[in-house]
């Protein structure tokens, strides 16, 4: 009897704690769907927080401007409340009520009539100490631009109110040029810590980008060490010279083989020769997203959503440099989709150290300047580092021929005695005639 007794008791234990364990599964799934009471309590608040503090904002003076600004604050709270709707199984992001605003732009043209053009959109990546070399980035492509830009930046948390602030802070004349997004790192949630510890922290965010930026059609992706000598409309252009087949274009890694890292070390596939460098992509996103990739695992073609993380997993033993490792992988597989374009879209110390080997930048000057190995900010390469100081301590508004150009030129006949500072005419070849069109379209009655 006593037998009988005990397995009644066990099986009454055993019948409690099991409905326990279903009650808590039950309301801490609700509690992160934000089904349960916690979650709509947060995004009630949130939401009244927001409209306290735009309400707040509208009563500000018609010329005081700054991080507040309705408009802005508006986009950015809304983005971090909530994010998009078609990212949410891949990412774990919450389902977002409205899309993203379309990123317009608004110019007065000659006469006062009021028009609208589309922007062309420019995406980068900031992680840890790259505030201040984001914003001299940003800072070159909205000065030489002739179209209007769309900003997308992707940053860590603590970034976002320096943005605002140091943004919001550019003069009106500037301001009106440009549209920006501030986005938080998001990375697939299942595999998110293998991503964000690829290569340097943040860097494999820019392989999400069709999946995040799923309202964009195309994108020129730059890493926070670039440099515009040109404007940003002359890359943008090259999108009307995709073939049929081909998604991205990218410059490559190097030009002579004999000492280019990846026809001397790579242990995986790569592109061409000498392999691609992801500092500045030209993307068509709406072809990325629907094209299936072939690929050295199967032979059924994956998007390019199922692609990534089984190519990670395959190479990440034999990869050096992350997530260019895997664009190079997928590119070697699918070349019909890559446009290759020359050096002087993406010139770097590897152009030059070993004396001068960008044949396009000796024709055409520099178009894009990528300071990789941390050259803007130590010695090495003193002529980089005075491209970027010019840039960096430039202040919108003044002469950009007297206050950029002409102390640049003198600082660069110091550094001669480099490698690169002997190519010294190549970093001002083309800024100088960019900058002259910044004049010219600045003394135009009525601006651009």
Request: charged share 20%; aromatic share 12%.
């Amino acid at each position: 009897m006593r037998r009988y007794i005990r397995a009644f008791l066990v099986c009454m234990l055993f019948a409690v704690f099991s409905a326990l364990y279903v009650y808590s599964k039950l309301f801490y799934s609700d509690l992160s769907v934000g089904g349960g009471l916690g979650g709509r309590t947060f995004l009630h608040r949130a939401a009244a927080s927001q409209r306290s503090d735009i309400g707040q904002e509208t009563r500000r003076g018609p010329d005081e401007t700054g991080p507040g600004d309705q408009h802005w604050y508006t986009r950015y709270e809304t983005w971090k409340l909530g994010e998009r709707r078609q990212g949410e199984e891949l990412f774990g992001w919450q389902e977002k009520s409205t899309s993203m605003p379309p990123c317009r732009y608004i110019m007065r043209k000659a006469g006062g009539r009021v028009g609208t053009a589309a922007a062309m959109h420019l995406a980068v990546v900031a992680c840890g100490q790259r505030l201040e070399e984001t914003l001299t980035m940003l800072k070159s492509a909205v000065m030489l631009s002739i179209k209007p830009l769309c900003l997308h930046i992707l940053a860590e948390d603590q970034l976002h109110a320096s943005f605002i602030e140091s943004l919001e802070s550019w003069p009106s004349s500037f301001r009106s040029r440009f549209n920006y997004t501030l986005y938080p790192i998001t990375f697939p949630h299942e595999n998110a810590g293998e991503w964000k510890r690829l290569f340097k922290p943040c860097a494999s965010q820019r392989l999400f980008l069709p999946l995040i930026l799923k309202e964009v059609d195309s994108l020129v992706y730059v890493d926070s060490d670039i440099l515009f000598l040109q404007p940003v409309d002359a890359l943008w252009s090259l999108l009307a010279h995709f073939n049929a087949t081909q998604l991205a274009a990218m410059a490559p890694e190097h030009e002579e083989p004999r000492i280019a890292w990846y026809s001397r070390f790579a242990r995986h596939p790569y592109y061409g020769r000498t392999g691609i460098n992801s500092g500045v992509m030209l993307m068509n996103m709406t072809r990325i997203r629907a094209t299936y990739f072939k690929n050295d695992m199967t032979s059924v073609g994956l998007r390019w959503e199922e692609l990534l993380m089984p190519l990670l997993q395959k190479y990440k033993l034999n990869m050096t440099w992350g997530d260019q490792d895997l664009l190079n992988i997928i590119f070697h597989h699918n070349p019909e989709c890559l446009l290759e374009v020359p050096c002087h879209w993406n010139y770097r110390p590897d152009h030059c150290i070993y004396g001068s080997n960008c044949g396009s930048a000796e024709e055409e000057g520099i178009f894009i300047l990528h300071g990789n190995r941390g050259v803007y900010h130590d010695l090495k390469q003193p002529a980089f580092r005075a491209v970027y100081d010019a840039i960096r301590q430039y202040s919108f508004g003044e002469d950009p021929v007297s206050s950029l150009l002409v102390p640049l030129e003198e600082e660069l006949l110091k550094t001669t005695r480099s490698y690169c500072g002997k190519s010294h005419v190549l970093f001002t070849k083309r800024l100088a005639h960019s900058l002259a069109n910044v004049n010219r379209d600045a003394q135009r009655p009525h601006g651009r």
